[in-house]
């Protein structure tokens, strides 16, 4: 599953590459996105129904928020009194501001590159929820991608991401919620014990009920406390036809 409703590609003025209009949630949110390289996919849905389960209300704080998929589609499930998107990329960036702009949800966007510059200080124990889907390789491993954007989307060190959200969580209370593979999930766990971040609330996604966990939604918190192992979600029943709950998390729906 990813974003539908894709209009025509436009290219503005000054634009390196030309760009699409993309839907998500039944239309609650449309998303201004490059037409090549690294688009939404359905992991940000999942992030996003997995965060809005939280809670709402107070500031949102997203790492690496691309085009800001991730925090305006949880801004679409449940209320949010300021969402920050944090991006170093100037092209998505520039996206993301006018997708916030677009979707009048109160906010901004920052442009931070969260492994060389410094967390501000005004952003320090402000976030009632962060939001993470960081690379999910070590750079050198796996099939490389031939957009650089994408690359940098997809390998990179989780640690920038776990220490930003660590200090921007408001108190042992908050939370930071991630997504990772399954298979590394022992790599995000050894990153988080290092950033003083202890892991909640675990949910396993798998492609088909047959095949292994395709990827981990984590809840994390600065206070350690027992894990809630939620059931697993299944995407498919068969190729071609999505489950029930796969086909609900496309669907503007609270809760």
């Known amino acids: ?103 009048a949800v109160p906010g901004e966007v920052r442009q931070l590159d969260l492994a060389g510059d410094p967390w501000p200080p005004d952003l320090c124990g402000a976030a009632r929820l962060v939001l993470a889907n960081p690379p ?12 650089p954007r994408s690359r940098a989307a997809r390998a990179g060190p989780v640690e920038p991401f776990l220490r930003a959200a660590r200090a921007a969580l408001a108190g042992p209370r908050a939370s930071a919620c991630v997504c990772f593979p399954a298979r590394s999930l022992g790599d995000l766990a050894r990153e988080a014990d290092r950033a003083r971040l202890h892991a909640r609330r675990l949910r396993l996604v798998h492609a088909r009920a047959s095949d292994d966990a ?11 406390g027992p894990l809630r192992v939620l059931p697993a979600l299944v995407e498919w029943d068969a190729p071609g036809r999505p489950t029930p709950e796969l086909v609900a998390l496309g669907q503007r729906r609270r809760g």
């Open 1 to 103: 599953m990813t974003a539908r409703g894709a209009r025509a590609r436009s290219p503005r003025d000054g634009d390196p590459e030309p760009t699409t209009r993309d839907a998500l949630l039944d239309g609650a949110v449309i998303l201004r996105q490059p037409a090549r390289g690294y688009r939404v996919n359905v992991d940000s849905l999942l992030l996003a129904r997995f965060a809005a389960s939280v809670g709402g209300g107070g500031v949102i704080v997203d790492l690496g928020a691309g085009v800001g998929a991730v925090g305006l589609a949880l801004a679409a499930l449940a209320p949010v009194d300021r969402l920050v998107l944090v991006e170093r990329d100037p092209l998505f960036a520039r996206l993301a501001a006018e997708n916030l702009a677009d979707a």
């Open 136 to 147: 999910y390789e070590q750079p050198g491993r796996g099939p490389g991608a031939s957009d």
């Open 214 to 224: 395709r990827l981990a939604l984590v809840e994390l918190r600065s206070r350690p």
